[in-house]
């Protein structure tokens, strides 16, 4: 991945970008070969013929990714990166010669509407100019294009200290042209230190700190700097299960990560990321509490429809390609729990809030008074019947608790005696009727047989404590039936225990592992998270990137990439082990006598 804070491309380890949405995380991709083929928009550069292998890695803690390819010619460098601070996204790609004359090979074509929309494309003083309806891309290079059917390609070599270099500036066609179509070199390296500088405030300094720190700047990368809205991911429809029907959009920011994602973010240093996520959250969630959703856009528009876009064979063939998202419209009970910790969460960390704030919140606990006996969609968005969640049931006391504490701890007004009461009978009904006495276990829901990785959260939030025989056998029962290759799957899978309306069958999911690294850490099972967490960082691509799922079958990552709920996980994990202040004991100490 590259990215400007605002949007981001992923290049292949062979030279291709094969994804780029342009000017924002969620509009259409320009390249969209990622879901199809080149035909669908994709720009290559690597060199010509066979026996070609390459290496890749970000220049120290920065997003700039350098790919070297060797050759039996010799050997070339290709830095990508896109530039931060412009007024529109801007990649720069330069190819630089190592050792011997390398001949280059370079394929470009632009597709609007991913992948729907042949540009009309002409030379113009400033570069090769792609215009379709309101989009348009400007294409400055050190070499000349020439037109190959509805591409436009490019032969040049490389000697030694040589350089080719090319940039790409998206901008809207109705708009002025770029009045610089290249800028000077130095941007490159000065994007580059604003990188470092982000870096340095990461203050974790245990083991893997490399990748921890690498997970905390693919955050700031998923985050849109404008509003400060987190994405979960930079893409659309990559299959949860190789050639399946999950295929979800996830360039949207959901709710339901905000503390998590708080406590990463500040126990990483990043306290100005963190309060502008908080920001965009009080925006976005602004308004009646029964209109709240569970996810909304980069920047906190509530429509998100759902469509197919059926010119797309998907990726690896995975069917269909989705963009937009249903789940906008669900119930889901436990997001209301997250929204009011989260709000409790930052004024503990010192962020002031104003009257409105309370109100809000306020207004929330009240909904989920009135609401947390309903059923809902959960944590994993089913889109089959309703159900009666433990883990929503347990945010659902969540909300209460915090709200509880906000009055009792700041002072604030509200119906604490209610609240107490409403609190203390959530409890009581989610140990009474989520909890099997026969096997030890929490469940997924009221009444099911199906286990539900989820339930692991119970005492990270302060619901019970981690040496509560009732979590200590939860924690077996997840051992015994939820590991697929020693990974946490989400929930049990079978034909007649899958509660998601789906077909069954899934990889095993990053962030549920993660939280089974933090129960063994909290439950003082040192070496077993140890080493699940060595096995999970081990998991990450050559650049230490994490998609949501890793099929264990096919000893490969699977789902959208790269997913802000997995880097959150590793690095909230990385903190509970070896930092002094741990972010699941400053979530649940909280609630220790509770």
């Given at each position: 991945?590259?990215?400007?804070?605002?949007?981001?491309?992923?290049?292949?380890?062979?030279?291709?970008?094969?994804?780029?949405?342009?000017?924002?995380?969620?509009?259409?991709?320009?390249?969209?070969?990622?879901?199809?083929?080149?035909?669908?928009?994709?720009?290559?550069?690597?060199?010509?013929?066979?026996?070609?292998?390459?290496?890749?890695?970000?220049?120290?803690?920065?997003?700039?990714?350098?790919?070297?390819?060797?050759?039996?010619?010799?050997?070339?460098?290709?830095?990508?990166?896109?530039?931060?601070?412009?007024?529109?996204?801007?990649?720069?790609?330069?190819?630089?010669?190592?050792?011997?004359?390398?001949?280059?090979?370079?394929?470009?074509?632009?597709?609007?509407?991913y992948g729907s929309i042949v540009p009309?494309?002409?030379?113009?003083?400033?570069?090769?100019?792609?215009?379709?309806?309101?989009?348009?891309?400007?294409?400055?290079?050190?070499?000349?294009?020439?037109?190959?059917?509805?591409?436009?390609?490019?032969?040049?070599?490389?000697?030694?200290?040589?350089?080719?270099?090319?940039?790409?500036?998206?901008?809207?066609?109705?708009?002025?042209?770029?009045?610089?179509?290249?800028?000077?070199?130095?941007?490159?390296?000065?994007?580059?230190?604003?990188?470092?500088?982000?870096?340095?405030?990461?203050?974790?300094?245990?083991?893997?700190?490399?990748?921890?720190?690498?997970?905390?700047?693919?955050?700031?990368?998923?985050?849109?700097?404008?509003?400060?809205?987190?994405?979960?991911?930079?893409?659309?429809?990559?299959?949860?299960?190789?050639?399946?029907?999950?295929?979800?959009?996830?360039?949207?920011?959901?709710?339901?990560?905000?503390?998590?994602?708080?406590?990463?973010?500040?126990?990483?240093?990043?306290?100005?990321?963190?309060?502008?996520?908080?920001?965009?959250?009080?925006?976005?969630?602004?308004?009646?509490?029964?209109?709240?959703?569970?996810?909304?856009?980069?920047?906190?528009?509530?429509?998100?429809?759902?469509?197919?876009?059926?010119?797309?064979?998907?990726?690896?063939?995975?069917?269909?390609?989705?963009?937009?998202?249903?789940?906008?419209?669900?119930?889901?009970?436990?997001?209301?729990?997250?929204?009011?910790?989260?709000?409790?969460?930052?004024?503990?960390?010192?962020?002031?809030?104003?009257?409105?704030?309370?109100?809000?919140?306020?207004?929330?606990?009240?909904?989920?008074?009135?609401?947390?006996?309903?059923?809902?969609?959960?944590?994993?968005?089913?889109?089959?019947?309703?159900?009666?969640?433990?883990?929503?049931?347990?945010?659902?006391?969540v909300a209460l608790d915090r709200g509880?504490?906000?009055?009792?701890?700041?002072?604030?007004?509200?119906?604490?005696?209610?609240?107490?009461?409403?609190?203390?009978?959530?409890?009581?009904?989610?140990?009474?009727?989520?909890?099997?006495?026969?096997?030890?276990?929490?469940?997924?829901?009221?009444?099911?047989?199906?286990?539900?990785?989820?339930?692991?959260?119970?005492?990270?939030?302060?619901?019970?404590?981690?040496?509560?025989?009732?979590?200590?056998?939860?924690?077996?029962?997840?051992?015994?039936?939820?590991?697929?290759?020693?990974?946490?799957?989400?929930?049990?899978?079978?034909?007649?225990?899958?509660?998601?309306?789906?077909?069954?069958?899934?990889?095993?999911?990053?962030?549920?592992?993660?939280?089974?690294?933090?129960?063994?850490?909290?439950?003082?099972?040192?070496?077993?998270?140890?080493?699940?967490?060595?096995?999970?960082?081990?998991?990450?691509?050559?650049?230490?990137?994490?998609?949501?799922?890793?099929?264990?079958?096919?000893?490969?990552?699977?789902?959208?990439?790269?997913?802000?709920?997995?880097?959150?996980?590793?690095?909230?994990?990385?903190?509970?082990?070896?930092?002094?202040?741990?972010?699941?004991?400053?979530?649940?100490?909280?609630?220790?006598?509770?």
């Open positions: 991945m590259i990215g400007d804070r605002r949007t981001a491309a992923l290049v292949s380890s062979g030279g291709s970008i094969d994804w780029f949405c342009a000017p924002r995380f969620d509009a259409p991709a320009c390249f969209a070969a990622l879901l199809g083929d080149e035909s669908n928009g994709a720009w290559s550069i690597a060199p010509a013929g066979d026996g070609v292998t390459s290496t890749r890695a970000y220049r120290d803690s920065t997003l700039v990714l350098e790919t070297t390819f060797s050759t039996p010619d010799g050997s070339v460098r290709l830095t990508d990166c896109m530039l931060l601070d412009t007024p529109t996204p801007r990649i720069r790609r330069v190819v630089e010669g190592i050792t011997g004359t390398v001949a280059m090979s370079l394929d470009y074509a632009v597709r609007f509407d009309w494309v002409r030379r113009t003083d400033d570069g090769l100019l792609a215009v379709a309806g309101p989009d348009a891309l400007l294409l400055s290079s050190d070499v000349e294009l020439e037109p190959s059917g509805m591409r436009h390609v490019a032969a040049f070599s490389v000697a030694p200290g040589e350089r080719v270099a090319f940039e790409l500036t998206y901008y809207y066609s109705f708009e002025a042209s770029p009045e610089h179509p290249r800028l000077p070199d130095a941007l490159t390296d000065e994007t580059a230190e604003k990188w470092r500088a982000w870096a340095a405030q990461c203050d974790y300094d245990g083991p893997c700190r490399d990748v921890v720190r690498r997970s905390l700047l693919t955050l700031l990368a998923l985050t849109y700097l404008p509003t400060g809205g987190i994405i979960a991911a930079v893409t659309t429809s990559l299959p949860e299960r190789l050639g399946g029907t999950r295929n979800w959009d996830y360039r949207y920011c959901w709710l339901r990560d905000a503390t998590l994602t708080l406590y990463a973010l500040l126990s990483g240093g990043f306290v100005e990321s963190a309060n502008a996520w908080r920001e965009w959250l009080l925006r976005a969630v602004a308004g009646s509490p029964d209109d709240l959703q569970i996810v909304y856009s980069v920047r906190g528009a509530r429509r998100l429809p759902e469509i197919e876009l059926p010119w797309l064979a998907g990726y690896e063939g995975a069917l269909p390609v989705r963009i937009g998202n249903d789940a906008r419209g669900q119930f889901q009970l436990d997001v209301y729990g997250e929204v009011v910790d989260f709000m409790y969460t930052s004024q503990r960390f010192g962020v002031k809030h104003s009257p409105d704030d309370w109100a809000l919140i306020a207004a929330i606990v009240d909904l989920v008074v009135r609401r947390w006996r309903e059923p809902d969609r959960g944590l994993w968005e089913i889109r089959g019947e309703p159900l009666h969640f433990t883990h929503s049931k347990t945010m659902a006391w509880v504490r906000a009055i009792e701890e700041f002072g604030l007004d509200g119906p604490l005696e209610e609240w107490r009461a409403t609190r203390e009978e959530i409890h009581a009904d989610v140990c009474a009727r989520g909890y099997d006495p026969e096997r030890g276990t929490f469940t997924q829901s009221y009444g099911s047989s199906a286990l539900d990785a989820s339930t692991l959260l119970m005492p990270s939030v302060g619901f019970l404590p981690y040496d509560d025989e009732r979590i200590t056998g939860t924690v077996a029962a997840i051992e015994r039936d939820l590991l697929s290759g020693g990974f946490v799957q989400r929930y049990t899978q079978g034909p007649d225990e899958t509660a998601d309306g789906l077909p069954p069958g899934e990889g095993a999911f990053l962030a549920c592992s993660f939280w089974l690294v933090d129960s063994y850490a909290m439950m003082g099972r040192r070496a077993e998270a140890e080493a699940l967490f060595g096995r999970l960082v081990a998991l990450c691509n050559d650049v230490g990137l994490l998609a949501e799922e890793y099929d264990t079958g096919a000893l490969r990552q699977v789902g959208n990439f790269p997913q802000a709920f997995s880097h959150v996980g590793l690095i909230n994990s990385g903190f509970n082990l070896w930092h002094t202040s741990r972010p699941v004991e400053r979530r649940a100490i909280v609630n220790a006598e509770a």
